[in-house]
């Protein structure tokens, strides 16, 4: 499974950015589809992610800003991010990930920067 995302940028304080991730390869092996996000000296964290079926976890921060979404026949995930602070600073990773917790997949990564 290859990733490829897109989106990522420099915005100000309040504005919006839409990151879009698309999957090629082995797709029908997928079940979840997501976004992670990392600040250097930080762990990779879960920002939002969403099931083949569209069922949708957010983390706490992002509720209410930020919507998943996932095209199935396009086989790619969108991450609309609204109302966007300076903490949500950090290079976002799209994943993918096979019922089998073995397998799990990694974009290369969009930086989001949000300035004051």
């Known amino acids: 499974v290859h990733l490829v995302e897109s989106g990522g940028g420099l915005v100000q304080a309040g504005g919006s950015l839409r990151l879009s991730c698309a999957a090629s390869?082995?797709?029908?092996?997928?079940?979840?589809m997501g976004w992670y996000r990392q600040t250097p000296g930080k762990q990779r964290e879960l920002v939002a992610a969403?099931?083949?079926?569209?069922?949708?976890n957010y983390a706490d921060s992002v509720k209410g800003r930020f919507t998943i979404d996932r095209d199935n026949a396009k086989n790619t995930v969108y991450l609309q991010m609204n109302s966007l602070k300076p903490e949500d600073t950090a290079v976002y990773y799209c994943?993918?990930?096979?019922?089998?917790?073995?397998?799990?997949?990694w974009g290369q990564g969009t930086q989001v920067t949000v300035s004051l």
């Open positions: 994943n993918a990930q096979q019922p089998d917790p073995r397998y799990v997949y």
């Open positions: 390869g082995s797709i029908f092996s997928i079940n979840s």
């Open positions: 969403v099931t083949r079926g569209g069922n949708t």
